[in-house]
């Protein structure tokens, strides 16, 4: 039983990230309109940074908006921690990957709305790593 919670908790952080590249690619209509897909020229990036973020380091985060670097590392990114859990390899890269992906955008809305410290982004966090521990262990 622990091995399918296991594999479900990896299959569904891989889902979470494979997601939200193939949505910004294609523009499927949830979180980006197909008008704004990266395929049709949007930047993938540039809704997230121009409109949530905010704190002390909001005005740095939205001079990344639309940067073309920036947005070909987001969803290389997306892409390459998705797969990565999907398939069980370089489980530990794509875990690290992720967190720092993670740790970006936390930091970019630095505080959360909710909690003064807490969200998601510190929830998925702590779930790659737990992910890539199982990994090691297994190697």
């Known amino acids: 039983m622990k091995k399918i919670i296991w594999l479900k908790l990896r299959l569904v952080m891989g ?3 494979l997601w939200a590249f193939v949505d910004k690619l294609f523009g499927l209509g949830f979180a980006t309109k197909s008008e704004n897909s ?14 949530a973020t ?8 939205k001079s990344l908006s639309g940067v ?6 987001f969803m290389a990114g997306l892409l390459f921690v998705g ?5 069980n390899r370089f489980v530990m890269w794509g875990a690290i990957a992720g967190s720092v992906m993670l740790f970006l955008m936390w930091i970019s809305a ?12 510190v929830v998925y966090i702590l779930v790659l790593a737990l992910l890539a521990l199982k990994n090691k262990e297994r190697s």
């Open 15 to 17: 889902l979470i990230f």
């Open 38 to 51: 990266w395929l049709n020229g949007g930047s993938p990036t540039s809704g997230y940074l121009m409109n």
């Open 54 to 61: 905010h704190g002390p380091l909001a005005d740095f985060f």
């Open 68 to 73: 073309v670097v920036v947005d070909w590392l």
């Open 83 to 87: 797969l990565t859990l999907i398939i």
């Open 110 to 121: 630095f505080p959360p709305a909710n909690n003064p410290i807490l969200d998601d982004h």
